[in-house]
């Protein structure tokens, strides 16, 4: 039995710890951050929840579908109806995206769901690797150190991958190194009165500032009565431009910009009851590595993510799949 540690627990980290540990091996799942979620995170701000990582998912691939018709059939997922359109810098018009599946009663629960039955600890940030013998030594930013992993999945943001990497002088990490993330700045919105916008969710291609705006209430699962709750999503050449605003500066634009989109459609858009803007500063990969894991089998290290082979949940999930894969082929060999 291998004692596997996989650092990153959203969706590849815990599509690979969960096959793992099906096959019979010691999966533990670190991550620095306080909950389960990773790039599904829902975040609840004055008992109001927002979803304010990946927006939804749709399958693309046989394999996919299969996952996404099981955690429909667990409840996990459901299909999220709703009036979608693009904008195209000039007009609003209906969107023809196939299905759309989000978490209930949050995104984050999808990875919740995954968890379910394996050891995964929030708060571990590690900060260096070294590798002793035939096995990794782990360090944590509070001085606890691991010493029997005997193999070792990363599962997160290239950059922080490439960053730990070269704490244990890993070759592995000058493969990497040209990939690099777009960041995301993200408003949270909550208003006391419907807003009655034209559509639920508009995704933009050519918007100076805006990149996806939709009503978080309209997915299934959320509270009807209340506070309509609203996520915007800032495009990524904005968020590269505007990545070292600060929160209030970058908040105060986003809601300009929200503001413009409304009167468009001759909406005045009243004062948010609540406004929080959040930053992820790796959000999505500006060229994919083209491959969906990188293994050094001699090691025991595999490096997997959604960065690897696009910028999707399921490219999430199947990078975190072949990750588990490849981790087995090297026990076995």
């Given at each position: 039995m291998a004692n596997i540690a996989i650092i990153g627990a959203g969706l590849a980290g815990s599509a690979a710890a969960k096959r793992l540990r099906e096959a019979g091996h010691n999966a533990l799942l670190l991550d620095k951050g306080a909950r389960p979620g990773g790039r599904t995170s829902t975040r609840n701000i004055n008992n109001l929840s927002f979803d304010h990582g990946a927006q939804f998912l749709t399958a693309k691939t046989e394999d996919f579908a299969k996952t996404v018709e099981q955690w429909h059939h667990a409840g996990v997922v459901a299909p999220w109806s709703a009036r979608f359109v693009d904008h195209d810098g000039d007009s609003l018009k209906p969107s023809d995206t196939p299905t759309r599946w989000v978490g209930t009663p949050g995104m984050a629960d999808i990875v919740a769901h995954l968890q379910s039955g394996l050891d995964a600890r929030y708060h571990a940030t590690v900060t260096r690797l070294h590798r002793v013998g035939m096995t990794w030594q782990l360090q944590t930013d509070e001085g606890e150190t691991r010493n029997d992993i005997t193999h070792l999945i990363l599962a997160i943001p290239c950059e922080q991958a490439?960053?730990?990497?070269?704490?244990?002088?890993?070759?592995?990490?000058?493969?990497?190194?040209?990939?690099?993330?777009?960041?995301?700045?993200?408003?949270?919105?909550?208003f006391d009165q419907p807003l009655n916008l034209p559509f639920d969710a508009a995704r933009f291609r050519n918007h100076p500032a805006l990149g996806w705006v939709a009503n978080n209430s309209t997915k299934?699962?959320?509270?009807?009565?209340?506070?309509?709750?609203?996520?915007?999503?800032?495009?990524?050449?904005?968020?590269?431009?505007?990545?070292?605003?600060?929160?209030?500066?970058?908040?105060?634009?986003?809601?300009?910009?929200?503001?413009?989109?409304?009167?468009?459609?001759?909406?005045?858009?009243?004062?948010?009851?609540?406004?929080?803007?959040?930053?992820?500063?790796?959000?999505?990969?500006?060229?994919?590595?083209?491959?969906?894991c990188i293994t050094d089998p001699d090691h025991g290290l595999i490096v997997c993510g959604d960065w690897m082979i696009g910028q999707r949940i399921e490219a999430a999930c199947l990078s975190g799949a072949a990750a588990a894969k490849a981790t087995l082929d090297i026990i076995a060999s």
């Open positions: 490439v960053n730990l990497l070269n704490t244990a002088a890993s070759p592995v990490a000058r493969q990497l190194s040209d990939v690099t993330s777009y960041p995301c700045w993200t408003l949270l919105l909550a299934p699962g959320r509270p009807r009565n209340g506070p309509e709750c609203w996520v915007v999503q800032a495009h990524p050449h904005w968020s590269e431009e505007n990545l070292e605003v600060d929160k209030p500066q970058a908040a105060e634009q986003l809601m300009h910009a929200f503001r413009q989109l409304a009167e468009e459609s001759s909406v005045p858009l009243p004062d948010p009851l609540s406004i929080k803007a959040h930053r992820w500063r790796y959000a999505q990969a500006k060229q994919p590595l083209g491959e969906p």
